[in-house]
């Protein structure tokens, strides 16, 4: 790991302590963050869907292994998995996801 990628890691974990959400997937718990996201673009129309899409972000040594269409629940809120982004070149794993 680069000194870059430590400090990146370093800093997610500070956002954590800060901002972090607790998700529980099947009685396991796991913190991350999420962002929200702009509706979908016009290239990547979806219909009348207007529901609000979210990033969710997990160092990648520690990211849950969620899969597309998985349910988690954060708080009083119940996401649904989307799409899974996992760059091995970086040090997070990103999922979008859409609130129910």
Wanted: glycine share 8%; no cysteine.
């Amino acid at each position: 790991m680069t000194a870059e990628q430590q400090a990146q890691i370093d800093g997610f974990r500070v956002h954590l302590d800060v901002a972090g959400d607790l998700f529980v997937v099947s009685g396991q718990m796991f913190y991350g963050l999420i962002g929200s996201e702009p509706l979908a673009s016009p290239e990547a129309m979806l219909g009348n869907d207007d529901r609000e899409y979210v990033t969710i972000e997990f160092i990648r040594s520690e990211a849950p292994s969620f899969a597309a269409n998985q349910r988690v629940t954060v708080g009083s809120d119940t996401l649904q998995i989307l799409r899974v982004e996992n760059n091995p070149s970086d040090v997070f794993t990103k999922y979008w996801a859409v609130k129910l």
